[in-house]
């Protein structure tokens, strides 16, 4: 197993990220403001944190760290929201929406390695019901990658595409 290439701090590029439009049946830009993906390794466990800007000054940080191909299904925790939830703004963020708490699981994840530029997310909800695949794809370069998202009926609803800003988490 090589997932070395996927390494690091990755910044969202927002103007070509988008996602599916239930409502109008189309792409749509990507609503997140921001977010910054960090990586890293110990062997085959890959510990994965994200910031999310959700609305302007309300970031959501969230992790997990799982290994490669376990057959154990593992946390995905909303570590700490920073900003001011009570706000109208605050009250329209996934958090609020969802009734997350920090310090609490928002679902449980696995983690599939396919090859050296390749690997999936399986997500679970808190009821243990699919919430989504993802595949993980970096360039030939490993300077961009593309997270491709899907929902439990094989649909494409997210495509974010991410730039590398440092190899070092």
Sequence with gaps: MDAKGFEGIWEMDTERSKIWSYETDQWVPEPWLSQTISMQHFGNVMAYTHKNESQPGIFAYMGYQCAYDQADWVPYVLDRV????????????????????????????????VDNRSHYRLSLDMNGIMNYTMLRRLSEDGLRMVSHVYDPEGHPMIQKHFRKVSAVA
Excluded: R
Aim: charged share 20%.
């Design 82 to 113: 920073e900003g001011d939830l009570s706000t109208p703004e605050g009250q329209n963020t996934w958090i609020e929406i969802n009734g997350f708490k920090p310090g609490l699981a928002v679902g449980m994840v696995k983690q599939i390695y």
